[in-house]
């Protein structure tokens, strides 16, 4: 997989451009976390859990809605929003092996979001792609890249 730095590195991308985040995590199709921020996460062990939790519970999301936009045929699945009384979980596709999940407060500007999480998603998207199914091993990067 992609170095670890270079998700961070998407994470803090998103976590500037919208600083009322709550939190911000990548995480495989499975449910494993890959990298994450949780705001005010002092007890590392307390995030650690709250990482394992989201990221499960957004690959579920994902998985249930790739079965529902595929049974009445909308194409594949790009993004989820839940929207609650006190914020909002925006899960988004990150290729065919990531997840990205945002969490807004209820004042959260949707449209912001999208904007900035969608690029993301895509770039998250592209550090999965990068394994090589053989062996773990990574794909050379070439120029451009």
């Not at 007890?43 to 394992?52: E, G, I, S, T």
Request: aromatic share 4%; net charge neutral.
């Amino acid at each position: 997989m992609a170095n670890p730095e270079a998700f961070q590195k998407d994470i803090d991308t998103l976590r500037g451009a919208i600083p009322e985040l709550r939190a911000v995590l990548i995480g495989s199709t499975e449910g494993l976390p890959v990298a994450h921020w949780i705001a005010g996460g002092a007890d590392p062990a307390r995030v650690a859990a709250m990482a394992d939790r989201i990221s499960a519970m957004a690959a579920a999301a994902m998985n249930l809605g790739k079965r529902v936009s595929e049974s009445i045929s909308l194409g594949a699945l790009m993004e989820i929003s839940v929207t609650g009384a006190e914020g909002q979980i925006f899960v988004y596709s990150a290729g065919t092996k990531g997840i990205l999940a945002v969490i807004a407060p209820k004042s959260g500007n949707a449209g912001l979001v999208h904007l900035e999480a969608r690029q993301v998603a895509k770039d998250v998207g592209d550090l999965f792609e990068r394994r090589s199914p053989a062996a773990g091993a990574t794909r050379p990067e070439t120029p451009g890249n």
